[in-house]
T-cell receptor
């Protein structure tokens, strides 16, 4: 079976740094994705990790530890437009994506 | 058309009625997917198609059917809608199934079954 856990909600201040954690237990592993979803909109791709380590892309970075079943998404220099839900998704042994329930991030002034 | 389109944008449907949600992509992606998203449950895979002419069942396939007659179109049919099928439905596509290929999502269809 697949189990993906991430916090339900987080709040952070504009300009700050926030880390959203994701832990997973899956049957097979072929990579981990992070998606951003603004309210009422479709998910959009942020990052993909398949090897251990940190992937940096502008203000966003994503880290993976396969041995620990753990990933995090790091958002730097937070902006109001970063208020959204962040979805962690694991590509399992069957090459199907299983999504966590998402973390709703609120950025406050 | 650029990317993935879905129709209708939203629909209110009486229970027991038949409904087809349409999905079209113009990226020539081989793989396509249907998800439903419910509050507190996240995105769940309904059906998928790795290539034209093939389909497979996801996590929550009951009450839904799909077909993949060509590369571009992947309609989802509710044969006899029930209130528990009230949800937001997203279609997605990727260049090929597996191997970490990124899935790109359509704008979604908000379906209410009364």
């Amino acid at each position: 079976g697949q189990n993906i856990d991430q916090p339900t909600e987080m709040t952070a201040t504009e300009g700050a740094i926030v880390q959203i954690n994701c832990t997973y237990q899956t049957s097979g592993f072929n990579g981990l994705f992070w998606y951003q979803q603004h309210a009422g909109e479709a998910p959009t791709f942020l990052s993909y990790n398949v090897l251990d380590g940190l992937e940096e892309k502008g203000r966003f970075s994503s880290f993976l530890s396969r041995s620990k079943g753990y990933s995090y998404l790091l958002l730097k220099e937070l902006q109001m437009k970063d208020s959204a839900s962040y979805l962690c998704a694991v590509l399992g042994g069957s090459y199907q994506l299983t999504f966590g329930k998402g973390t709703k991030l609120s950025v406050i002034p | 058309i650029a990317g993935i389109t879905q129709a209708p944008t939203s629909q209110i449907l009486a229970a027991g009625r038949r409904m087809t949600l349409r999905c079209t992509q113009d990226m020539r992606h081989n793989a396509m997917y249907w998800y439903r998203q419910d509050l507190g449950l996240g995105l769940r895979l309904i059906h998928y198609s790795n290539t034209a002419g093939t389909t497979g069942k996801g996590e929550v396939p009951d009450g839904y059917s799909v077909s993949r007659a060509n590369t571009d179109d992947f309609p989802l049919t509710l044969a006899s809608a029930v209130p528990s099928q009230t949800s937001v439905y997203f279609c997605a596509s990727s260049d090929r199934a597996g191997s970490g290929d990124t899935q790109y999502f359509g704008p979604g269809t908000r379906l209410t079954v009364l």
